[in-house]
């Protein structure tokens, strides 16, 4: 899960961005670092070389440096982040081979539906794509917020409740890496790391297949089942009945997910989660 | 009845809390009862519960910092723990437990460490460094204090009464919300909160009004020292900030308690607006945090380097201008949640604009030494110790201004070690400073250099050993508030954390035990002059522990650095000889109202957590009937007579002397 070993394009283009800047900020902090320990070092009050000048406490030409530098690195900075900002926008599009593959991520408590419209197939927690092709994912969540995050193919996003977000990646080669949330939903959270299997573009269509032919069928009553509260530790796959699943639940036409069952009124409520471990 | 209150809300069945909750409660106990045993009840009541005197209540905030920073700490040690055996395990901490315990981390370092560390060095150092004999509003600073005191007892009474909130130490909806958190967890820490915020408010309105209002004779300005600057701009912020974290709490407590949908997901209720209003609170909080620790800093530095503050206007600028940029870069917390690149771009570029001042402040710092003759007492050691820290935490601070960096970064333990980093390194250090500096004016005694070094190094070195293994989880796609996992990459550093805990909880000790040592050497360590650092500004005019009227008389000042003027001109003149004319000292009362305000307070917060309505009006009553009470006041003040005020003064006077004419070097 290095982010310095991106897995695709948009990972790349963040953690090159992260290096550049971590290295124009270097440049001067290095030597700052320095001067502190030196001047501190070299004025201590027991060396006699050193010389006392009590009444250095201003210079103009200083205090321009002073200001100077710190200013024309945000400057410079400040441009890497306007530029960066717009080039990798989660929503902006990520060119790649092949169709599209469009995917509907929905944070539930505490498990990752991935919902793929077109191929009427749905999974939870393994995310499948062909390597080299655009991913859109449009993203919501069932109950409390989360934020997908793969972190070697970049960009995380939110999900929240009764909104859909939009972020664009592409996985570049085939291999298994890891996705998780990364804001904190509760006591299942940490539980909502999934697997992330990038397989070759040719093989993807017998993926989606095979998946197809699950007898479990994704509607809005399995649904209803899903979003209880809970750790799913397998990795249930899902024909779809409705592609517009994904719209009931980000429009709420589907109501958000219920919290804890309450066992009792007393201050401390036993959470669902725990009871399923 | 109890409302919600029964026996089911004693976790009997988790021990840690309840061992802990019971250690806490029989040394509360021994501790009362070795204070009314030994009849110390009366002095405690008179000179402290009901003291106006703002020495006092810096010193009762202090005290509730460092013990708080006990609580916290063991909460921080409880969480490295975890995360170090957490691997493909459940570890020892189930997750309804590890999720209180960072929650209360947080809540409590930031609310309950941070704010009454510094609130207390402001409220003890800045009237003497003005030169003024109290605060603004005396009285309304001890209700601040007691208001800020209740909110931790509540925070603490959790622990073995109900429970604490198990989300996160802002408390987002909708995972705040009643139907996703039923229990008091949140309740409690909503309540604490509010009771505390309008202490922590009136400490805020109390410091900016002296100030503006409270200078002594000559005191314009741009004469003030740094730290009175600091104080003045960390002090409008709490004033312009903690009103909004009061209404998003209340807005959240609508919604809990009376079925609103202010955030809810339901019913229109809007949960990015709760984001944007509680980081408009939490931006400018961290400024208010730290900005009081620049003022230290410059303070120490510029004493232990001989000179005075090189580029003392541009400092001042530099202040101001982080006090006005700090309102408007909120946003930088949820760069990943959509906003599009053009908002996320112009708050990125705000944030980094924040790095400018502070890069001139330690520009300014280092140049301060240049030219100096730096003695490496404690407090210079934590001040340089600081640069150094605070440094790379504005580097990963500025990295994480960046929003192609963020959206890898957000939420991250890099994102942990980074804001440790600037709070531990920044406010910490510069409380431990400012500790070790002002100790002796509180007191009358120096503290013992050679374990305030040993503290100093543990915990510089423990700093690092725990937070860059951070870093590097956090560049490994570790996120944050994680009870177990399963990536063996993450191991090694989590391991390596906990060992750095150990020795940052090594040199938490040491700086127990330079307590200890020095009460118990305190004779030896006596400061008689009441200027044990050849200091540069008023407080060190005066003796230590000063009288309680700060100055016999209101001095003058004629320039920067007043105290270090006096004693230039003291030399050259060889100290006034003329007797001065004392006169009578008028001073604020003691007054219970503080306390007795807080006590009906923790009662009703307690009750309006609890659910127990006949109870929730009991206490809004007696609080109201206090503040009734107080309003209709015959006497405020008393007189100290003038022989009195002359007799304390001499003492001081004389041993200044001799210390002004050995001094012929400076």
């Given at each position: 899960m290095n982010l310095l070993d991106p897995q695709g394009p948009v990972a790349a283009a963040n953690s090159t961005i992260l290096v550049d800047s971590v290295f124009i900020m270097l440049v001067i902090v290095v030597p700052t670092i320095f001067a502190i320990l030196g001047f501190a070092f070299w004025f201590?009050?027991?060396?006699?070389?050193a010389r006392y000048q009590?009444?250095?406490?201003?210079s103009g030409r200083v205090e321009m440096v002073v200001w100077a530098i710190p200013a024309l690195t945000v400057i410079l900075l400040g441009g890497v982040a306007w530029i960066g900002s717009h080039q990798l926008d989660p929503a902006a599009p990520v060119p790649g081979t092949g169709s599209p593959v469009r995917i509907q991520a929905v944070s539930l408590d505490w498990k990752w539906l991935f919902i793929y419209p077109d191929q009427r197939i749905a999974t939870v927690n393994t995310l499948t794509v062909p390597a080299g092709a655009e991913l859109n994912f449009q993203l919501t969540s069932s109950s409390v917020m989360n934020t997908f995050f793969i972190p070697q193919l970049g960009s995380m996003i939110y999900t929240m409740n009764g909104m859909v977000t939009k972020l664009n990646l592409r996985a570049d080669n085939e291999g298994k890496l890891k996705g998780l949330s990364a804001h904190f939903s509760g006591?299942?959270?940490?539980?909502m790391m999934f697997d992330v299997n990038v397989i070759s573009p040719l093989a993807f269509p017998d993926w989606v297949a095979a998946t197809a032919k699950s007898d479990a069928v994704l509607n809005e009553d399995s649904y209803r089942k899903l979003m209880q509260q809970g750790i799913e530790k397998g990795k249930p796959a899902y024909r779809l009945e409705d592609p517009r699943l994904f719209d009931l639940i980000a429009n709420q036409h589907i109501p958000p997910g219920p919290g804890p069952e309450l066992i009792?009124?007393?201050g401390r409520p036993h959470s669902g989660g725990h009871d399923a471990r | 009845m109890l409302g919600k209150l029964d026996w089911s809300a004693i976790p009997f069945d988790q021990p840690i809390p309840l061992i802990a909750g019971a250690v806490v409660l029989v040394a509360i106990l021994a501790v009362l009862t070795w204070v009314v045993v030994k009849g110390h009840l009366p002095y405690l009541w008179s000179?402290?519960?009901?003291?106006?005197d703002h020495k006092r209540i810096g010193v009762m905030y202090i005290l509730l910092a460092s013990v708080m920073l006990l609580r916290g700490g063991s909460d921080a040690i409880m969480m490295r723990i975890q995360q170090a055996v957490a691997y493909q395990s459940q570890g020892y901490l189930p997750p309804e437990h590890y999720n209180q315990i960072f929650s209360a981390h947080g809540t409590i370092m930031i609310f309950f460490v941070a704010m009454p560390f510094v609130i207390g060095l402001m409220n003890l150092i800045v009237p003497l460094q003005l030169g003024?004999?109290?605060?603004?509003?005396p009285t309304l600073n001890s209700v601040g204090f007691w208001l800020t005191a209740t909110g931790a007892l509540l925070v603490n009474l959790s622990l073995v009464v109900g429970e604490f909130a198990r989300?996160?130490?802002?408390?987002?909806p909708p995972l705040s919300e009643l139907s996703y958190s039923p229990g008091v967890g949140v309740d409690y820490y909503a309540w604490s909160l509010q009771i505390s915020g309008v202490g922590t408010l009136v400490a805020g309105i109390n410091l900016v009004t002296t100030v503006l209002k409270?200078?002594?004779?000559?005191?314009?300005y741009l004469r003030m020292p740094m730290f009175c600057w600091t104080t003045l701009a960390s002090n409008l912020l709490i004033v312009a900030a903690f009103p909004i974290l009061t209404a998003t709490l209340a807005m959240l407590l609508l919604d809990r308690y009376?079925?609103?949908?202010?955030?809810?997901?339901?019913?229109?209720?809007?949960?990015m607006m709760f984001m944007n209003l509680i980081w408009a609170w939490g931006h400018p909080e961290v400024y208010i945090l730290v900005l009081p620790a620049f003022g230290i800093f410059s303070e120490v530095v510029s004493t232990f380097s001989g000179k005075?503050?090189?580029g003392y206007r541009s400092m001042v600028l530099a202040t101001m201008a982080i006090c006005v940029i700090s309102?408007?870069?909120?946003?930088h917390h949820f760069?990943?949640?959509?906003?599009g690149p053009d908002v996320n771009a112009i708050f990125g570029i705000a944030s980094m604009i924040i790095a400018i001042p502070t890069g001139v402040k330690i520009y300014n710092w280092l140049f301060t030494m240049y030219g100096g003759r730096i003695r490496f007492a404690t407090p210079m050691l934590w001040s340089v110790g600081f640069m150094v820290t605070f440094i790379v935490g504005g580097l990963t601070g500025v990295l994480l201004a960046v929003p192609p960096a963020d959206f890898m970064l957000h939420n991250s333990m890099f994102l942990v070690a980074h804001f440790h980093n600037v709070i531990i390194g920044g406010v910490l250090f510069g409380a431990f400073a400012g500790f070790e500096y002002w100790f002796p004016k509180a007191f009358g005694f120096r503290l013992d250099e050679r374990w305030g070094k040993l503290a100093f190094w543990f915990t510089f070195l423990g700093f690092f050993i725990t937070f860059v293994p951070l870093y590097i989880a956090g560049m490994l796609g570790m996120t944050r508030r994680?009870?177990?996992?399963?990536?063996?990459?993450?191991r090694p550093w989590m391991i390596v954390a906990a060992i750095g805990m150990a020795v940052l909880t090594i040199g938490v000790i040491c700086q127990i035990v330079q307590i200890v040592v020095s009460i118990r050497n305190r004779e030896a360590l006596r400061?008689?002059?009441?200027?044990p650092w050849d200091?540069?500004?008023?407080?060190?005019?005066?003796?230590?522990?000063?009288?309680?009227?700060?100055?016999a008389f209101n001095p003058d000042v004629r320039g920067e650095d007043a105290y270090w003027d006096m004693k230039a001109r003291a030399q050259q003149q060889s100290l006034e000889r003329d007797r001065p004319e004392y006169q009578d000292i008028e001073m604020p009362r003691n007054s219970p109202t503080g306390f007795v305000c807080a006590f009906f307070a923790t009662i009703m917060g307690f009750a309006l957590i609890w659910h127990i309505w006949w109870m929730v009006i009991l206490g809004g009553l007696g609080a109201w009937a206090t503040f009734v009470v107080f309003a209709w006041r015959d006497h405020d003040e008393y007189v100290i007579p003038a022989e009195e005020v002359a007799a304390i003064d001499r003492v001081n006077l004389e041993e200044r002397r001799d210390l002004v004419s050995m001094a012929g070097t400076v």
């Open positions: 201590r009050a027991s060396n006699p070389k009590p009444d250095f406490v201003y006591d299942g959270f940490p539980d009792s009124d007393a | 000179e402290w519960i009901t003291s106006v003024v004999r109290d605060v603004a509003f989300t996160g130490w802002l408390a987002f409270l200078r002594t004779k000559g005191m314009n009376l079925g609103f949908h202010f955030f809810t997901n339901e019913a229109g209720g809007n949960v005075a503050l090189f309102f408007m870069v909120w946003l760069f990943t949640m959509g906003a994680m009870q177990h996992y399963d990536v063996a990459a993450w400061d008689r002059t009441g200027d200091g540069r500004s008023l407080e060190w005019a005066t003796s230590s522990p000063p009288p309680v009227f700060n100055f």
